[in-house]
C-alpha cells in the first residue's frame, strides 16, 4: 500500500495565481481530509469528505478555498486567489470508516509558498 | 522540518530514559484520542490511541494514559531512542466521528 500519495510535494507561486493541490486515498477509505499546518496556529481540520460527500467545511478560512472530492480516489484543495498568508504545509489524511472513531493516515504534506 | 517550525513546547531526554509527553483536551465529548508523531519532511503518524472506556492503553514501548475527570492525555515512551526524535501531537475526535483536533505538540529531543 501506498499511503496517501499528495502532489505536488512543493509549490512555490505568486500571489494572485491559482494554486491546486491533489491527493489520492487510501484505496477503500471513505473518509478524507484535508489539515493546514502553520507555525501560528498549528494542524487545522479545513474540511472533512466522507464516501466523497462533503460533511463539514466549516475550518475553510473563505471563499478563496475550495475542495472537491469527485471521486473514491482523488481529492483537489484549492486556492483562487492565493495570498502570502496561504504559505504553509497542507495534509491529506484518509480514514477507513465513515463517521466511526479511527486514526487517520496522512501523506506527506504539500509545502505551499506564496510570494 | 514539515512541523514548520513551531516554537513548541520541547522535552529533551537522555537516550534509553522514559519520556512522558502530557497533553490537556477541550472538548468533555471526545471520546477518542490518537497520539500522532511527525518527524522532519513527513506527515503526522499513527502510535497509539485510547477510547473514553479505558484509562490505559499499552502499546510496543509507548502506553498511552487517559485521565477523563482532568481531560489530560499522556504518552509514555519506555527507553527512548533517537529515532524517537520528533514533534508528538494528540488528537481528539470532540463532537463528531472521526473529525480530529489536534493539540499544539511538543518537541522531543533525545541527546545520545
Known amino acids: 500500500d501506498a499511503g496517501v500519495i499528495q502532489s505536488p510535494r512543493h509549490e512555490v507561486t505568486e500571489m494572485g495565481q491559482e494554486v491546486t493541490l491533489r491527493c489520492k486515498p487510501i484505496?477503500?477509505?471513505?473518509?478524507l481530509f484535508w489539515y493546514r499546518q502553520t507555525m501560528m496556529r498549528g494542524l487545522e481540520l479545513l474540511i472533512y469528505f466522507n464516501n466523497n460527500v462533503p460533511i463539514d467545511d466549516s475550518g475553510m478560512p473563505e471563499d478563496r478555498f475550495s475542495a472537491k472530492m469527485p471521486n473514491a480516489s482523488f481529492s483537489t484543495l484549492k486556492i483562487q486567489p492565493s495570498e502570502p498568508r496561504d504559505s504553509a504545509v497542507y495534509f491529506c489524511?484518509?480514514?477507513?470508516?465513515?463517521?466511526?472513531?479511527?486514526?487517520?493516515?496522512f501523506g506527506q504534506g504539500t509545502r505551499l509558498t506564496v510570494v | 522540518g514539515e512541523s514548520v517550525g513551531l516554537h513548541l513546547p520541547t522535552l529533551s531526554v537522555q537516550e534509553g530514559d522514559n519520556s512522558i509527553i502530557n497533553c490537556a483536551y477541550s472538548?468533555?465529548?471526545?471520546?477518542?484520542f490518537i497520539w500522532y508523531k511527525q518527524e522532519s519532511g513527513k506527515g503526522p503518524q499513527f502510535i497509539i490511541d485510547?477510547?473514553?472506556?479505558?484509562d490505559k492503553r499499552q502499546g510496543q514501548r509507548v502506553t498511552v494514559l487517559l485521565n477523563k475527570t482532568v481531560k489530560h492525555l499522556s504518552l509514555q515512551i519506555a527507553a527512548t531512542q533517537p529515532g524517537d526524535s520528533a514533534v508528538y501531537f494528540c488528537a481528539e475526535n470532540g463532537n463528531a466521528g472521526n473529525m480530529l483536533t489536534f493539540g499544539g505538540g511538543t518537541r522531543l529531543m533525545v541527546k545520545p
Open positions: 472538548n468533555s465529548a471526545s471520546d477518542y
Open positions: 489524511a484518509s480514514g477507513p470508516q465513515g463517521i466511526m472513531n479511527t486514526e487517520a493516515f
Open positions: 485510547i477510547r473514553s472506556n479505558m
Open positions: 484505496s477503500g477509505h471513505n473518509s
